[in-house]
């Protein structure tokens, strides 16, 4: 597989300002690039919205917008995204609006797409490198590989092998209703999966400055940032 052959899928919402940063990054790594857009929750948002779709119209690359009629909110908004995509694709690279890819970030996306396809035993591709088998800040995976379900939090402590770290965590912690990501890396915990993470982190996260729905200061996504690998 090659770069071109990626089906790339930024999410955007409300933050112009990192989204600008992320489809830059796209627009000079890559051929093409697919955005979906959440409906805006007031007229704030629908202003920065505005801003997006300027930047978007003027990228020197093919894109395809896709911006939905009604709020799917953050959780929906990522799995509908990916199912949708994935009903059509036999892969998605997905980039939210605050996680900018570094040189060889796509690369090494086609790259693992393309040598794991049929190993069973990952399920993801990531471009951050965490000490957990899933980070969703930069991240692929395959059509018939992704079986995701919502895991309580009460299910997720029931996984024997689960890390000790996020054990504790959850111990102590409510999960925010607005993570996703935390049920699929529990699914790899227990079914005994993994994820494929480069040598070093290909993705810069600029959204832990709380103009997004989590912030790396507090809750799971606290405890994510705990995880990643220093360079």
């Given at each position: 597989m090659?770069?071109?052959?990626?089906?790339?899928?930024?999410?955007?919402y409300?933050?112009?300002?990192?989204f600008e940063?992320?489809?830059?990054?796209?627009?000079r790594?890559?051929?093409?690039?697919?955005?979906?857009m959440?409906f805006?929750?007031?007229?704030?948002?629908?202003e920065?919205?505005?801003?997006?779709?300027?930047?978007?119209?003027?990228?020197d690359?093919?894109?395809?917008?896709f911006?939905?009629?009604h709020?799917h909110?953050?959780?929906?908004?990522?799995?509908?995204t990916?199912?949708?995509?994935?009903?059509?694709s036999?892969h998605?690279?997905l980039?939210?609006d605050?996680?900018?890819?570094?040189?060889?970030?796509f690369?090494f996306?086609a790259s693992?797409l393309?040598?794991?396809?049929?190993?069973?035993?990952v399920?993801?591709?990531?471009?951050?490198?965490t000490?957990?088998?899933f980070?969703?800040w930069?991240w692929?995976?395959?059509?018939?590989?992704?079986?995701?379900?919502?895991?309580s939090?009460?299910e997720?402590?029931?996984i024997?092998?689960?890390?000790?770290?996020?054990r504790?965590?959850?111990?102590?912690n409510?999960?925010e209703?607005?993570?996703?990501s935390l049920s699929w890396?529990?699914?790899?915990?227990?079914?005994?999966?993994?994820?494929?993470?480069?040598?070093?982190?290909?993705?810069?996260?600029?959204?832990?400055d709380s103009s997004?729905?989590h912030?790396?200061?507090?809750?799971?996504?606290?405890?994510?940032?705990?995880?990643?690998?220093?360079?």
């Open positions: 090659s770069v071109s052959d990626l089906n790339v899928v930024v999410l955007a409300s933050r112009a300002n990192t940063k992320v489809i830059k990054a796209c627009e790594y890559l051929e093409k690039v697919k955005v979906v959440d805006s929750a007031d007229d704030i948002i629908a920065e919205q505005e801003k997006i779709m300027d930047m978007i119209i003027n990228l690359i093919p894109h395809v917008v911006r939905r009629d709020n909110g953050l959780v929906q908004s990522v799995l509908t990916i199912t949708q995509e994935l009903y059509m036999d998605i690279v980039l939210e605050d996680c900018v890819p570094r040189e060889g970030f690369e996306m693992s393309e040598h794991y396809r049929h190993d069973d035993s399920t993801s591709v990531c471009g951050t490198r000490s957990c088998p980070n969703p930069g692929a995976t395959w059509r018939d590989k992704w079986e995701y379900r919502h895991l939090q009460d997720i402590m029931d024997p092998s689960l890390d000790d770290s996020l504790l965590f959850l111990q102590d409510t999960v209703g607005s993570i996703w890396l529990a699914s790899q915990y227990a079914n005994n999966r993994k994820c494929i993470f480069p040598k070093r982190t290909l993705v810069d996260n600029i959204g832990f997004g729905v912030s790396g200061g507090r809750g799971y996504t606290k405890w994510l940032l705990s995880q990643v690998e220093k360079e």
